[in-house]
Nanobody, 117 residues
Framework: QVQLVESGGGLVQAGGSLRLSCAAT????????MAWYRQTPGKQRELVAS???????NYADSVQGRFSISRDNGKSTVYLQMNSLKPADTAVYYC???????????WGQGTQVTVSS
């Protein structure tokens, strides 16, 4: 079955950088879009960044200019480069993949990102 394996989370000081990776056991040809979400206790999961099948990207206002989403089709992997990290970025980050059928969605297991002051 399809599996999304996330890595790259950790602890970093404010102003630092991290790169999250999400490797999918899935052909890129089956994918409509890939995205990263994040969630903190007591809050809804929010969209951080997305990239379409054609490579178009979209970002939450809170991360615009600091985060960058990209993908490696050959590896079926999506990345989230996070720069100028803030304590408010602290959350569990989840990889999301939506299939071209517009109905099927897969989620990664989540990776913790903690940004200290």
């Amino acid at each position: 079955q399809v599996q999304l394996v996330e890595s790259g989370g950790g602890l970093v000081q404010a102003g630092g950088s991290l790169r999250l990776s999400c490797a999918a056991t899935l052909s890129i040809l089956s994918v409509n879009a890939m995205a990263w979400y994040r969630q903190t206790p007591g809050k809804q999961r929010e969209l951080v960044a997305s990239i379409s099948r054609r490579g178009w990207t979209n970002y939450a206002d809170s991360v615009q200019g600091r985060f960058s989403i990209s993908r490696d089709n050959g590896k079926s992997t999506v990345y989230l480069q996070m720069n100028s990290l803030k304590p408010a970025d602290t959350a569990v980050y989840y990889c999301n993949v939506g299939l071209a059928d517009g109905l099927t969605v897969y989620w990664g297991q989540g990776t913790q990102v903690t940004v200290s002051s």
